[in-house]
């Protein structure tokens, strides 16, 4: 097709929907984000010879827009300030808001040239348009709606004029209108942007062929010049001048107006009393005539029904009339249905009553269902108490009545009881109880009160008393005694048992444990646990028969020979298992010495020990053939392995004083030292001036230095040197070598070349003698691929040969990366440069630096990279990419 060809195609008819691109996803009247996204197809349509194919891509991919692989991305596009046409980022809500949170905004012209962002009125709808463009980027798009409307109808029947009104610029004429959304946005909606899509609301405009340039207006109302005359056919307003001015034909399609006495005579009024010889009489005439209208019964005639007064000419129903006790008013309810006294008329349905005994109808209003029930009035109605459970009583509430199993809050007034009596809630005057007082919760007795047996005898109380097994007789078994010290006695005679007021307990007689008698003596023992602590064993126990001894405060003592029951024998034992509480963050020992000593001042006394724990060498005498492995005053024997530092024993400060010390093992330092006098032998080796026979390892101050010899005996430190530098021999320097660049100057650089490996809606060609990939328009692309070499360590040069046919100023070519390792994703590292424009001599090879967008790069990682045109400029022609390292 030719150049004007496809110019005028451009103009007249512009593009055109060919198929595809159907709208599904969004859900209508559901105010929320997920009822705001929505999908597309692929589709296809044409700009006169050229067809244009959209399908679905991933956003992680350059140049790709999502439509249906998940909710579509879409731009939303609209006017700034000054009237150019702008665009939002892609979003899978493309729906405008001023700020956050608000409602939807539309796109107003202000006049002028200027346009705004207005926010949408509370429940007021809006449109937004989707189109389909060229755009190879984002060829689905969004246009913000342009007005605002106070009701679903109107925006329905307006929002086509106002797409046919965006005109042209920019969005034309390669543009096609698919559909257009309707929608409410309110301050009570939910989501993030506050709207709905109405029902109804989604118009599919594919198949009406509303285009770019080729758009005319097809509504009366969107046309200028509206209050010209060019509508001959019609009377204008502006004819009228004065009240009551009528049009009046003059022909075939002509009116002229008229008024006043040419009115009158084009109907044939009078304004004053005038005969007209086509009437039979005047009106003055009409109405002497006797009877004029024969059709009519005159008044002066004969009425059988009454005639005078008010109710003259009207008749009167129990007057005039016969069958009066006839059933003609079905209507109607007739006495007659009633035929006992207390009937009753029911309703049976709509419209219609029968009669109903009185039993009947107590029957249909009663709420009662059950025998026992009762009806009672509650706070607006009568109502059903249902029968209560047996052995309760009525009892009245705050409000209502209720069935109830406790008297609560009454007083009986000297009642005599004879019975049981449960715990009712009762308050009770003095009375004679003539059976048993049951009490299944407890007595309640107020301040100064008691319950007391009325027989006592010397001073005793009898609280608690037994009955022999044949019956003959009671027998106390616990009673107070003692008014001044008061004292609970248990036992029958004597009492085994005291428990004093005074903070004692007496025992008469034996305390026996587990079938074990135990004699407190003259000592005592306390059990107390508040302080966590199971036995506290205080002021002095002795134990295995000997004496007690004033200056040892638990002494036990004594011989113990051992029953032979296991394999283990010991005088004291602590064994168990110790459960930490969450709240025990400080320690945990089965066995915690915790004491302290305070020495007498009175006298100038040496002391030979003071110690937390003194064990002394046990005397042993080894008996018959007995061997003995090992005798020890203090056996391990082991360390715990649980802990962040294990070991038998843990010294955490002071000094450890070792009269002698036999290591059967390694031992092992740690971060610790050893301090060794000058000339002392240790297991026959010895050690003098250690500082001047070794180098310390702190003189080796950073990550790289080195120990190098300057001659017999002699070590100094080389700090580390410079990257890539290398060790070299130098006898000049007093150790006898440096660290210096390698022989050349600098790291040796390497160097290598790929081709162009791919093109992608470009082509692949040859440019002379050159394989090349060419690029004559926007969109096209072509790719290289290579892997970093494993010695890489810094890029020196990394550049895309290109070629131009043309000379230019400032070609627009956008270059594009993605680099990443083994193991990683593609474009763990992603890096463009789509600002940069370059000078081009046409026919002349031109290196593009691409170093700026491999910023990361490291050894063992493949790259890709990816070349177009970022604006339409002749012919790119792209070789490859030439990388040069060290």
């Avoid at 003609?328 to 029968?354: C, I, N, R």
């Avoid at 990550?703 to 580390?720: E, N």
Wanted: charge should be negative; glycine fraction near 12%.
């Amino acid at each position: 097709m030719s150049g004007k060809t496809h110019h005028w195609l451009h103009d007249i008819n512009g593009a055109a929907w060919h198929d595809g691109l159907t709208l599904s996803g969004y859900t209508e009247a559901t105010d929320s984000d997920a009822a705001l996204t929505f999908e597309l197809t692929n589709g296809v349509y044409f700009d006169e010879d050229l067809e244009h194919t959209i399908i679905d891509g991933a956003p992680a991919t350059q140049y790709s827009q999502q439509l249906n692989g998940g909710d579509a991305s879409i731009p939303i596009v609209y006017k700034n300030a000054t009237g150019v046409w702008v665009e939002d980022a892609a979003s899978t809500l493309p729906y405008k808001l001023i700020s956050a949170g608000n409602r939807l905004a539309f796109n107003r012209d202000d006049g002028g040239g200027n346009w705004s962002q207005v926010e949408v009125a509370d429940g007021k709808w809006v449109s937004m348009t989707i189109i389909a463009t060229n755009d190879w980027q984002y060829p689905i798009k969004a246009i913000q709606g342009q007005n605002q409307y106070t009701d679903k109808k109107t925006a329905v029947e307006e929002a086509t004029a106002e797409i046919i009104s965006f005109g042209g610029g920019t969005l034309s004429p390669e543009v096609i209108t698919l559909y257009r959304f309707v929608m409410q946005t309110k301050d009570t909606f939910s989501g993030t942007k506050k709207a709905k899509i109405e029902t109804d609301g989604v118009t599919d405009f594919r198949g009406s062929q509303i285009l770019g340039e080729a758009a005319a207006a097809s509504d009366h109302g969107t046309l200028s010049g509206l209050a010209d005359d060019d509508h001959a056919q019609y009377v204008k307003d502006s004819e009228f001048t004065a009240d009551s001015e009528i049009l009046v034909g003059t022909g075939s399609g002509t009116f002229q107006k008229e008024s006043g006495a040419t009115l009158r005579t084009s109907i044939g009024t009078y304004s004053t009393a005038q005969t007209d010889t086509a009437i039979d009489n005047d009106i003055a005439t009409h109405a002497g005539l006797s009877d004029p209208h024969t059709g009519y019964r005159l008044e002066s005639a004969d009425h059988t029904h009454q005639t005078t007064g008010a109710q003259a000419g009207k008749l009167d129903h129990g007057a005039a009339l016969d069958g009066l006790g006839d059933d003609d008013h079905t209507q109607y309810t007739k006495h007659s249905l009633a035929t006992a006294v207390s009937d009753f008329l029911v309703a049976s349905g709509v419209g219609v009553f029968v009669k109903k005994t009185l039993a009947e109808t107590l029957g249909i209003i009663s709420p009662l269902t059950t025998r026992g029930d009762i009806m009672f009035r509650n706070a607006t109605v009568s109502t059903r108490l249902a029968k209560g459970a047996a052995n309760t009583v009525l009892v009245m509430g705050a409000n209502d009545p209720a069935w109830s199993a406790i008297l609560a809050g009454l007083t009986l007034t000297s009642p005599t009881i004879n019975g049981t009596i449960g715990t009712t809630g009762l308050t009770l005057p003095a009375f004679t109880a003539g059976g048993l007082i049951n009490a299944n919760g407890y007595i309640d007795m107020a301040t100064g009160t008691s319950i007391r047996n009325s027989l006592t005898t010397g001073g005793h109380w009898f609280g608690l008393t037994a009955r022999d097994v044949d019956g003959s007789a009671w027998v106390a078994l616990a009673r107070v005694i003692n008014a001044n010290d008061p004292y609970i006695d248990f036992g029958t005679a004597g009492g085994a048992l005291k428990i004093y007021g005074s903070n004692k307990i007496e025992l008469q007689n034996t305390l026996t444990l587990n079938s074990q008698a135990f004699d407190a003596g003259s000592g005592y023992c306390e059990i107390n646990t508040t302080g966590k602590v199971g036995l506290l064993m205080d002021g002095g126990i002795t134990s295995g028969g000997v004496a007690a001894s004033n200056c040892l405060q638990n002494y036990f003592g004594g011989n113990f020979v051992s029953g032979g029951v296991g394999n283990h024998a010991a005088k004291l034992f602590v064994g168990g298992e110790l459960l930490g509480f969450e709240n025990d963050t400080g320690t945990l020992s089965i066995v915690r010495l915790f004491g302290s000593v305070k020495t007498q001042d009175s006298a100038d006394d040496v002391i030979s020990v003071v110690s937390q724990l003194w064990l002394r060498e046990p005397t042993i005498t080894v008996q018959g053939s007995t061997t003995i492995a090992v005798a020890a005053t203090l056996y391990i024997d082991g360390a715990p392995t649980e802990g962040v530092t294990d070991a038998s024993i843990y010294v955490a400060s002071g000094d450890t004083n070792l009269a002698t010390l036999t290591m059967r093992g390694v031992l092992a330092m740690g971060a610790n030292s050893i301090t060794l006098d000058a000339n002392e032998t240790v297991d026959g080796i010895d050690v003098s001036s250690l500082d001047s026979a070794v180098v310390k390892k702190a003189t080796l101050t950073t990550k790289g230095d080195l120990y190098v010899a300057t001659g017999a005996s002699t070590v100094v430190r080389i700090g580390v040197g410079t990257d890539t530098h290398v060790l070299t021999a130098d006898s000049g320097e007093t150790p006898g070598i440096k660290w210096a660049e390698a022989a050349g100057g600098g790291a040796a650089t390497k160097e290598f070349f790929v081709p162009v490996t791919h093109v992608d809606n470009a082509s692949g060609d040859f440019y002379g003698d050159y394989p090349v990939g060419q690029c004559t328009t926007n969109g096209q692309h072509t790719y290289m691929a290579f892997c970093v070499p494993q010695d890489f360590s810094s890029i020196t040069e990394a550049v895309v040969v290109i070629l131009s046919n043309t000379n230019e100023t400032d070609a627009d070519i956008d270059i594009f990366s993605d680099y990443a390792a083994n193991d990683e994703a593609y474009n763990t590292h992603s890096e463009s440069d789509t600002a940069s424009v370059y000078q081009l001599t046409g026919n002349r090879w031109f290196e593009v630096d691409i170093s700026g967008i491999l910023s990361s790069l490291a050894t063992g990682d493949y790259v890709g990279i990816m070349c177009d045109m970022g604006s339409d400029f002749g012919t790119l022609r792209v070789l490859g990419v030439r990388f040069k390292y060290a």
